[in-house]
């Protein structure tokens, strides 16, 4: 004898699947906000089937609300990382005027000027509070003043180390010819190249101020907290580059 169709399994699954599917959609961009959207439909949803006293629905949804604190954890896992990054992160500070930090984002800012005339491509990383040296790859150490001159030299195509990024810390560059780990986020626009991806890549694991000059397009963009700003403003970009010197010698 056939035995009966378990029709309550179905529709477990078949609730359970447009749900995913829905919340999947709904969290691929804006994550924040549209989580927020999603556990509130959510929650109505449990309650509406609460009230109507619908089983397949109640049980979805409670597996679903059991899975929460781990979808939260997949999804903020950079956030998260970078937090607890930052809490064991207290770096030495030294002493920095601001007739230095001055100096320092004049200089920086003519050195991508010159680089961006010249269709020279740039990727340079100011580190703010959290370190970057675990997601490093390769580079060379340097213990040398920023000044536009170098930033210029290392990045010119003769040089041995211009393919990959300068790190700047502490207002000194403390490394050149840096690879940094690269995005997979699928919405970046197809017209940025690797330089835009590492950029990306590193900022969203930390809170770094990256700037990146095409060789292409000769334009400078700045990338930080996930986000390219493509062919950035000057003004906004001296203010930008002077807040990422400040935070290195913040207490």
Same mark, same amino acid.
């Not at 378990?6 to 829905?22: E, K, M, N, Q, R």
């Not at 109507?52 to 049980?59: C, D, F, Q, S, T």
């Not at 990054?85 to 050195?111: F, H, N, P, Y």
């Not at 740039?122 to 001159?149: C, F, M, N, W, Y």
């Given at each position: =004898?056939?035995?009966?169709?378990? /029709?309550?399994?179905?529709?477990?699954?078949?609730?359970?699947?447009?749900?995913?599917?829905?919340?999947?959609?709904?969290?691929?961009? &804006?994550?924040?906000?549209?989580?927020?959207?999603?556990?509130?439909?959510?929650?109505?949803?449990?309650? @509406?089937?609460?009230?109507?006293?619908?089983?397949?629905?109640?049980?979805? =949804?409670?597996? $679903?609300?059991?899975?929460?604190?781990?979808?939260?954890? @997949?999804?903020?896992?950079? &956030?998260?990382?970078?937090?607890? !990054?930052?809490?064991?992160?207290?770096?030495?500070?030294?002493? @920095?005027?601001?007739?230095?930090?001055?100096? =320092?984002?004049?200089?920086?800012?003519?050195?991508?000027?010159?680089?961006?005339?010249?269709? %020279?491509?740039? !990727? /340079?990383?100011?580190?703010?509070?959290?370190?970057?040296?675990?997601?490093?790859?390769?580079?060379?150490?340097?213990?040398?003043? @920023?000044?536009?001159? !170098?930033?210029?030299?290392?990045?010119?195509? *003769?040089?041995? /180390?211009?393919?990959?990024?300068?790190?700047?810390?502490?207002?000194?560059?403390?490394?050149?010819?840096?690879?940094?780990?690269?995005?997979?986020?699928?919405?970046?626009?197809?017209?940025?190249?690797?330089?835009?991806?590492?950029?990306?890549?590193?900022?969203?694991?930390?809170?770094? !101020?990256?700037?990146?000059?095409?060789?292409?397009?000769?334009? $400078?963009?700045?990338?930080?907290?996930?986000? /390219?700003? *493509?062919? %950035?403003?000057?003004?906004?970009?001296?203010?930008?580059?002077?807040?990422?010197?400040?935070?290195?010698?913040?207490?």
């Amino acid at each position: =004898m056939t035995p009966p169709l378990d /029709i309550s399994g179905l529709v477990d699954s078949l609730l359970l699947t447009v749900l995913v599917c829905g919340f999947s959609l709904l969290i691929r961009r &804006d994550v924040t906000l549209r989580l927020l959207v999603v556990l509130s439909v959510l929650l109505v949803c449990s309650i @509406v089937a609460r009230f109507a006293a619908l089983p397949p629905l109640i049980r979805v =949804m409670d597996a $679903i609300f059991f899975s929460v604190p781990v979808v939260l954890a @997949v999804i903020f896992q950079q &956030d998260l990382r970078r937090s607890l !990054l930052a809490l064991g992160s207290r770096q030495k500070l030294s002493a @920095v005027s601001v007739d230095d930090i001055t100096e =320092m984002t004049d200089e920086i800012l003519k050195a991508l000027a010159s680089l961006a005339s010249r269709h %020279i491509g740039a !990727l /340079i990383v100011l580190v703010r509070r959290h370190p970057v040296e675990h997601l490093l790859q390769v580079g060379t150490d340097i213990d040398a003043k @920023v000044t536009s001159e !170098l930033l210029d030299s290392i990045f010119l195509p *003769y040089s041995p /180390i211009h393919d990959g990024a300068v790190i700047i810390n502490q207002g000194k560059i403390t490394r050149a010819g840096c690879l940094l780990p690269l995005s997979h986020n699928p919405d970046i626009a197809k017209s940025f190249g690797t330089r835009h991806r590492a950029a990306l890549g590193l900022s969203e694991a930390t809170d770094a !101020l990256v700037l990146v000059v095409s060789e292409e397009t000769g334009k $400078i963009s700045c990338v930080h907290d996930a986000r /390219i700003t *493509y062919d %950035i403003d000057l003004a906004d970009l001296k203010r930008l580059v002077r807040k990422s010197l400040e935070l290195q010698h913040a207490a």
